[in-house]
C-alpha cells in the first residue's frame, strides 16, 4: 500500500530565464519607433531603438539582441526567493506555530496576527522591513487608540515571527528583536478590591454565584478554570484544575504550572458541599457548574454579564473583573503576610510574575518601608 508522504517535495529552485526580447512598432515623438521590450529583475523594461523609415526589422532585432546580451549573461542562474511578510507569515510562521499553540493561543494570537500584521504589513518584502518601519507601526497603533495589551502583544508577536525567520535564515538579523512599547500609550488600570467591596461583593450574591467569586478570589482561580470543573475534580480540601473552558471548548491548562491542586478556603468548601446538596448532582463526570442544558457548563461570558455583573452594579462594583478578582487575591494575600511562593503555587504562575504583575503593594504598607529605611539611615 502507497502511502503518502508528510513530507513536501522542494520547489524547484526559479532561474533567471533568457530574454529573447519583443519588438514592437510604437508611435512616439510624431513617428513610428522600433521599441523593445524585455523582463528584467522583476520589472517590465523598454527602450526606443530608432525611427522605423531608417532602419529595417532585421537591423532593430540585431540591435535589441546587443541590448539584452548584458541581460542574458545571467541566464540560468538561480535567482534569490523574494518573501512578502504574508508569505512567510502564512507558508512558514502559522503552520509551524500551530504544532505546538494550544486552541486559546491559536484564537487570540492568530487573530490578532490576521487582522493586524497581515493586514497592515503583509504586502512588504520581508527583507526590506527594518527596525524603525515596525517601531512606527507600533507607535501608530498606539496613536490609533488601540489598548496597550494588544500593542504590547503586536510587538511580542513581531519579535517571534522574525526571530524564526532568522532561524531559517530567511534574514541575517531581527528587526523586532529589541521593539518596545510606545510610552504615550495608557497603561492597563492596577485596580484592586478592598476587604469591605469583597464583603459587599458576596452580599449580593446568590451561593452558585458567590461559590464563583470566592472561587476567584480567595483561592486565585481563572474563570476558565473554574467553569471547567467536574465533580471528579472537587476533593474535600482542594480543587484540581485538570483542564480549563476557552470560547466554550475544553482545553488545556494555560501553562505547566496552571496544573495544579488549588487549596480551599473552610467557607468555601462549606459552601461547596451544600451547592452539591442544592444542585443534586451525584455523576462524578458532572459540571460543578452547569447550563441550563445541563449538559454543558457555564460560558465565562453568560456567568459575568448574566449572573455576576448586573448584581455587582447595584453596588457599582461591577468594574470588578475576574482578572481584578485574581490580582486582589495576590495584593491582598501579601498583605497578609503569606509567602509569595505559596501564593504564586495556589494562582499557578511563576514567583516572578505573582510579584511583578499581579501583585499592587498597599500605600500604608509603602510609607511603614519608606519609614523603617529612613529610621534605619538616620540611626546608623
Known amino acids: 500500500m502507497n502511502k503518502t508522504s508528510i513530507i513536501p517535495k522542494p520547489l524547484s529552485p526559479r532561474r533567471r530565464r533568457f530574454q529573447r526580447g519583443s519588438l514592437q512598432k510604437r508611435k512616439s515623438g510624431g513617428g513610428l519607433n522600433w ?22 526589422r532585421p ?25 512578502t511578510l504574508a508569505d512567510w507569515i502564512r507558508d512558514g510562521f502559522l503552520p509551524f506555530s500551530r504544532r505546538h ?22 504586502p512588504l518584502e520581508t527583507a526590506s522591513i527594518t ?10 497603533k498606539a496613536a490609533q487608540g488601540h489598548s496597550f495589551s494588544l500593542v504590547d502583544h ?22 523586532a528583536e529589541i521593539l518596545f512599547t510606545p510610552r504615550t500609550l495608557s497603561r492597563p488600570s492596577r485596580r484592586i478590591l478592598s476587604p469591605a467591596q469583597v464583603q459587599q461583593i458576596l452580599s449580593v450574591l446568590g451561593l452558585r454565584e458567590q461559590l464563583i467569586v470566592r472561587l476567584a478570589l480567595f483561592s486565585g482561580m481563572r474563570p476558565g478554570e473554574i467553569l471547567a470543573l467536574q465533580w471528579k475534580h472537587v476533593a474535600d480540601d482542594h480543587v484540581q484544575v485538570a483542564q480549563r473552558l476557552y470560547r466554550g471548548k475544553l482545553d488545556r491548562p494555560k501553562t505547566e504550572r496552571s496544573t495544579r491542586n488549588v487549596a480551599l478556603s473552610s467557607t468555601t468548601r462549606d459552601q461547596i458541599r451544600e451547592w452539591r446538596q442544592q444542585s443534586g448532582a451525584t ?26 455583573a448586573p448584581r455587582l452594579k447595584t453596588i ?34 511563576g514567583l516572578g510574575v505573582n510579584l511583578a504583575v499581579y501583585t499592587v503593594a ?12 529612613e529610621t534605619t539611615l538616620i540611626r546608623a
Not at 521599441?35 to 529595417?56: K, T, Y
Not at 461591577?318 to 503555587?345: C, E, N, Y
Open 362 to 373: 498597599a500605600l500604608n504598607q509603602r510609607q511603614e518601608a519608606v519609614q523603617a529605611l
Open 131 to 140: 527596525r524603525d518601519l515596525l517601531q512606527q507601526y507600533l507607535e501608530q
Open 35 to 56: 521599441v523593445a521590450f524585455w523582463w528584467q529583475d522583476h520589472n517590465r523594461r523598454s527602450q526606443i531603438l530608432g525611427p522605423c523609415a531608417e532602419m529595417a
Open 59 to 83: 537591423e532593430a532585432l540585431a540591435e535589441m539582441a546587443k541590448l539584452l546580451q548584458p541581460v542574458n549573461a545571467n541566464a540560468g542562474q538561480v535567482l534569490p526567493s523574494v518573501w
Open 101 to 122: 499553540w494550544k486552541l486559546s493561543t491559536a484564537s487570540t494570537t492568530g487573530d490578532r496576527i490576521r487582522k493586524h500584521i497581515l493586514t497592515d504589513l503583509g
Open 283 to 308: 455523576d462524578p463526570d458532572a459540571w460543578v457548574f452547569p447550563s441550563a442544558k445541563g449538559t454543558t457548563p457555564l460560558g465565562r461570558d453568560n456567568t459575568w454579564r448574566g449572573l455576576i
Open 154 to 175: 503586536l510587538r511580542w508577536d513581531l519579535r517571534t515571527i522574525f526571530r524564526l525567520a532568522v532561524q531559517d535564515r530567511l534574514l541575517g538579523s531581527n528587526p
Open 316 to 349: 457599582q462594583l461591577d468594574w470588578a473583573t475576574f482578572q481584578i478578582m485574581r490580582r486582589t487575591h495576590a495584593s491582598l494575600s501579601r498583605q497578609a503576610g503569606i509567602d509569595p511562593k505559596l501564593v504564586a503555587d495556589q494562582l499557578g504562575h
